[in-house]
């Protein structure tokens, strides 16, 4: 057997109450296995009333979400859309299921998310080019807001509708309002690793009633009033099966709480950690409550004399799961050739935050004995890269 204390420690995994089991118990007492059913109802009444908007949509998958959103809003074929670089390949991949164009914005240095100067530069140079994006996909990075504030100022500016990829930001405020509820239509996820789940699903949110009546309609097989099928558009099979709903609503009751337990966590790795040299965590944006999905920081080799993938091997050995920082789309072999705007002319932030970027593992359900085995060994790669250093170069203290 393995001793408990060399059990492998993961990134992210699934962490549940127990309590799911009495949505999914209910489900099954009453046949409503499928379709759709009360649970599917309730979990996006209850969503929808937590983020206070006016309505959701809960589906099979956040990338689902993400479709239906663009699907929504027309784009297709010769149209561009804007989207954050920075961020997992979900965010544009349903660009390409429309045959549009994703054009990468780069991240802004503090928040990691989408630079507005960035932005603002894309806008300008489209405007000239007399090609507006159809729409704009802002993500919010491991709990982490975007500026909204001047993000929404752009894109109204233009009259560019804004969809929110709050996938991994569930649970965060900015400026005392829900992540997920500043564009016209937002998206959350509930895969595995994020901050609640129901094993896989996905919610649509909005204030635009029509847009998600729409969106219901289209996730349905968009199939007309008749009871012969009659399909007039082209729709999807994307609704949630109401047993994963079921698991959902017992996730959401302790939501509250699984943000507490990762903001503690990432407390616990500022407080242990953040005295090493080089290092930088992912600062809170002003007027912001994130849900510290995942710690993040960043490593400046050239102060601490250690590489993102020396210590990411040294958590490897030790079974420990961390990873590196998403890799922006813009360098993915997927999106070869697709435009990208930088920060600053010359300075590639996301890719920056890529190379020197690193997540700890951040479960609600980590313990206090795992979370001491991620800083013992992080810790023990500084104190012998120091040693070596002092070793290598002895005359160095001296200089
Ligand atoms: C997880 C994630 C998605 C996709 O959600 P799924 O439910 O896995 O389809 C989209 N965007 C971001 C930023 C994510 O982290």
């Known amino acids: 057997m393995i001793p408990l204390s060399k059990s492998m420690i993961y990134l992210s995994p699934p962490h549940m109450t127990g309590e799911e089991q009495q949505y999914v118990n ?76 994703p054009v990468f914005i780069d991240s802004d240095p503090e928040s990691w998310n989408m630079s507005p100067k960035a932005l603002t530069k894309a806008f300008q140079e489209a405007a000239i080019e007399g090609k507006l994006p159809k729409a704009v996909m802002v993500v919010n990075l491991y709990g982490q807001s975007a500026r909204m504030n001047e993000i929404l100022l752009i894109c109204n500016q233009y009259g560019v509708p804004l969809i929110e990829d709050a996938a991994e930001s569930l649970g965060t405020t900015y400026h005392g309002k829900a992540s997920g509820t500043f564009g016209n239509l937002g998206i959350y996820s509930f895969n595995g690793n994020k901050i609640i ?29 008749a009871a012969h099928y009659q399909h007039s ?43 090493l040299p080089g290092i930088n965590f992912m600062r809170e944006l002003e007027n912001t409550s994130m849900n510290r999905w995942l710690t993040t920081f960043t490593i400046d080799e050239k102060v601490s004399g250690v590489a993102t993938e020396q210590l990411l091997a040294a958590f490897y050995r030790e079974g420990i ?47 206090e004995e795992e979370q001491q085995r991620v800083i013992h060994c992080m810790r023990k790669v500084f104190e012998q890269s120091i040693r070596n250093r002092i070793y290598l170069f002895p005359g160095k203290q001296e200089v």
């Open 26 to 101: 209910e489900a099954f007492a009453s046949n409503w296995i499928a379709p759709l059913g009360p649970n599917v109802d309730a979990f996006e009444q209850e969503i929808a009333e937590l983020v206070e908007v006016s309505g959701a949509l809960a589906v099979s998958s956040g990338t689902a979400a993400i479709h239906l959103a663009l699907a929504l809003l027309d784009i297709k074929k010769g149209d561009t859309v804007f989207c954050s670089t920075l961020t997992f390949v979900a965010s544009a991949n349903p660009i390409l299921y429309q045959g549009a164009e």
């Open 197 to 225: 789940t129901t094993s896989g699903g996905g919610m649509l949110v909005s204030n635009d009633e029509a847009a998600l009546e729409r969106a219901r309609f289209l996730a349905s097989q968009a199939r007309d009033q």
């Open 233 to 275: 558009v082209m729709g999807y099979n994307y609704r949630l099966s109401n047993l994963l709903a079921g698991v959902g609503r017992g996730q959401l009751r302790v939501l509250g709480d699984r943000v507490a337990a990762r903001r503690e966590i990432f407390d616990v790795y500022y407080n242990n950690l953040s005295d």
């Open 321 to 367: 799961e961390a990873r590196p920082v998403w890799k922006p789309l813009h360098l993915q072999p997927l999106f070869s050739g697709a435009r990208f705007y930088a920060h600053e002319k010359n300075r590639d932030v996301a890719d920056k935050l890529f190379r020197t970027g690193i997540c700890l593992p951040s479960g609600s359900s980590l313990n």
